[in-house]
């Protein structure tokens, strides 16, 4: 155990003993003791140490010392060093060689309510300036893609078509399976009791064609493919590829944000189209192995029921669906900071504004389909 | 983890390396590397880039497995042992990444306070006293509450130093301190970790290919020779300069002028 007895003598200097066992695990003794000795009155003229009962030691005795320097400093108590071991005498040297600079020191304080409702306020208004110039740009470089000449890597556009396509097929295909059965399961409770049970396919076939098979496919993609794109460019953020590609005279948003949002956009349809299908047989299964119908009934059904104005409303939403994605994806990447964990809230804050903008987009389809009576 | 008082460099092995042969897959990077790392030393792992330094360093540190051979930490046997030895020998440890591998979500304070809090007892105050004094021992006072993002990448190498040096190990490992540093800091971490290792006893290897750097801190030193896939050379770096007839040798120690 380590000990610390402190003594005055004569002259009015404090003597302090240092003994026993200092180790950083069996932690060390508070200053307190010493500064009030300090302040009493007579002041002492200096502090000097007595090792010589001091058995092992480590940075415990260090972070002391180092204690008992600043304290005999603010009193204004010269420190004589010279009786302790040589090591010890060289890390209290070393540890007050570099002066602490002038205004490094950060205030630490909890902001107020009112304090943090203004900055959170701020933040939103200077997040939507923000997206005024993403816009821009992505248009430009949209009006440089038609035009043929915008500067990007057509193997990386087919790499990410491949990505953000067939290779999202296995998750498409489990989830709007899910949905139809769902759908088909929870409506034949309910019709089975007036007879109605063929009405689930017009039930099934309407919902996922006009709504669930772009919206279960858009919620999917951004959970799956517009985190990846705020990952892997809010990782080339920090990585310094961004920095890179801009010095060698490749504009970032026609080189990485433009393939990225035209491989969405792309397969986005397609996707819909697949999870519509693939809700549909869903519900028929459940047509079939719950309600008795056959295959040919519950199809014949579903033809009759959806229009093709339907599916083609439901394929175009989930088209913007994917721009939308893709869009915030790339630009929470690009605005990501420059650490490991912002690249990780970049991928958190992409999924989120994805869903948002994705929702937001959904009602206002809903008010315009019905305004235009489709 | 403590230092004994009057102990001085005694000659006691620390690490000692037998036979080591380090491969990726089938591809062997060096073979049949055995040599000892005393207490007290600064030993230099040199070679040229891609000579497999860094790569010996992870094997010591047990983040590579040996493709053969054995590493001991005084008697016990690292290749071996299971993980909790291996927990206990690496407290003993400190490593000072190449970048310096700083916690980027947590500030330097809580960086080096982490190990503090999961292997001592202290109290929140006295973690960070200690850290506080850890940051001060490498010129970084007043940092404490500095995220790793938001100092220079020399600051960063210091205060990743601070951390390595969080439970006073006894003995440190240097990944290219130099690595990124302008003459004068590289200048400053030598004379850092040599008072370091003269204050607190500690034994320090060092991988570099900095020569001013290994002139002038290295008591001891292996060379990792590429053609020969092999050590073809150690002992202190001042007396392989002077005493090698080896021309691969020669001109790493000479920047390549012709004698």
Redesign the interface.
């Known amino acids: 155990m380590n000990h610390v007895v402190i003594e005055r003598n004569e002259d009015d200097v404090l003597l302090i003993r240092l003994a026993g066992?200092w180790?950083?695990?069996?932690?060390?003794p508070s200053a307190a003791a010493l500064e009030t000795e300090l302040e009493r009155e007579p002041r002492p003229s200096r502090i000097t140490f007595d090792a010589r009962q001091?058995?092992?030691?480590?940075?415990?005795i260090?972070?002391f010392l180092?204690?008992v320097s600043q304290a005999g400093r603010e009193q204004g108590v010269a420190l004589d060093t010279s009786t302790l071991?040589?090591?010890?005498q060289?890390?209290l040297g070393?540890?007050?060689?570099?002066?602490?600079?002038a205004g490094?020191?950060?205030e630490?304080r909890a902001p107020a309510f009112l304090e943090r409702l203004g900055e959170g306020a701020l933040s939103a208004v200077a997040a939507l300036g923000e997206v005024l110039p993403f816009v821009g740009n992505m248009a430009g470089a949209s009006v440089r893609l038609v035009r043929r000449n915008a500067r990007y890597r057509a193997s990386d556009l087919w790499l990410l078509i491949q990505q953000c396509g067939v290779q999202a097929l296995p998750i498409v295909t489990l989830i709007s399976f899910l949905v139809g059965v769902i759908l088909a399961f929870v409506s034949a409770v309910q019709l089975q009791q007036f007879g109605a049970q063929i009405y689930v396919a017009n039930l099934v076939g309407v919902a996922m064609t006009r709504e669930m098979g772009a919206l279960m496919t858009a919620i999917l993609m951004a959970g799956r493919t517009g985190a990846a794109f705020a990952a892997e460019l809010g990782t080339m953020k920090v990585t310094q590829e961004l920095d890179a590609l801009t010095t060698a005279g490749f504009p970032v948003f026609e080189f990485l944000v433009l393939p990225r949002v035209v491989a969405l956009v792309l397969m986005m349809p397609l996707l819909c189209l697949y999870a519509d299908f693939v809700g549909v047989l869903g519900g028929a299964t459940i047509g079939v192995g719950m309600l008795d119908l056959s295959w040919t009934m519950y199809f014949q059904q579903t033809i009759d029921v959806v229009r093709l104005g339907d599916t083609v409303g439901g394929v175009f939403k989930s088209a913007v669906y994917g721009l939308l994605i893709a869009l915030a994806g790339c630009w929470r990447g690009l605005q990501a900071?420059?650490?490991?964990?912002?690249v990780g809230g970049a991928a958190t804050s992409a999924v989120v504004t994805s869903l948002v903008a994705i929702i937001v987009a959904c009602g206002l389809f809903a008010f315009l389909f019905y305004v235009l009576g489709l | 983890?403590?230092?004994?008082?009057g102990t001085g460099t005694g000659a006691r092995p620390c690490i000692s390396v037998h036979d080591l042969t380090m491969a990726y897959g089938s591809y062997v990077l060096m073979r049949d590397m055995t040599f000892t790392i005393k207490q007290g030393d600064v030993f230099i792992i040199m070679g040229a880039s891609g000579s497999g330094k860094s790569t010996l360093l992870r094997h010591l540190i047990g983040l590579n497995q040996p493709a053969h051979g054995n590493i001991y930490y005084q008697a016990e046997n690292f290749t071996t042992a299971d993980s909790g030895q291996r927990d206990r020998i690496l407290r003993n440890v400190g490593v000072l990444f190449q970048g310096g591998a700083l916690w980027?979500?947590m500030t330097l304070s809580e960086n080096i306070g982490l190990l503090?809090q999961g292997?001592?007892?202290?109290?929140p105050a006295?973690i960070r006293?200690?850290a506080?004094?850890?940051l001060?021992?490498v010129?970084?006072?007043?940092?404490?509450?500095?995220?790793?993002?938001e100092i220079s990448g020399g600051m960063q190498k210091r205060a990743g130093l601070a951390r390595a040096?969080a439970?006073?190990p006894s003995i440190l490992f240097f990944d290219e301190p130099s690595a990124g540093l302008d003459p004068i800091s590289a200048r400053r971490l030598d004379q850092?970790i040599l008072?370091?290792r003269?204050?607190?006893?500690m034994t320090v290897v060092v991988v570099s290919h900095d020569l001013a750097s290994i002139f002038a801190i290295g008591t001891n030193s292996i060379y990792l020779d590429v053609p020969n896939r092999a050590i073809t050379a150690s002992g202190p770096p001042k007396e392989l300069l002077a005493g090698t007839q080896d021309p691969t040798l020669r001109s790493f120690l000479t920047r390549g002028e012709k004698p």
Do not use: C, N
């Open positions: 066992r180790v950083l695990g069996s932690g060390f001091l058995d092992l030691w480590d940075s415990s260090l972070a180092a204690r071991p040589t090591g010890l060289k890390l070393l540890a007050e060689a570099v002066p602490e600079p490094a020191r950060k630490l900071g420059s650490s490991a964990s912002a | 983890m403590i230092h004994e008082l980027s979500a503090l292997y001592t007892d202290l109290t006295e006293q200690v506080s004094l850890k001060a021992l010129g970084l006072k007043g940092f404490e509450d500095y995220y790793p993002s040096m439970l006073d850092l008072s370091l003269d204050s607190l006893g």
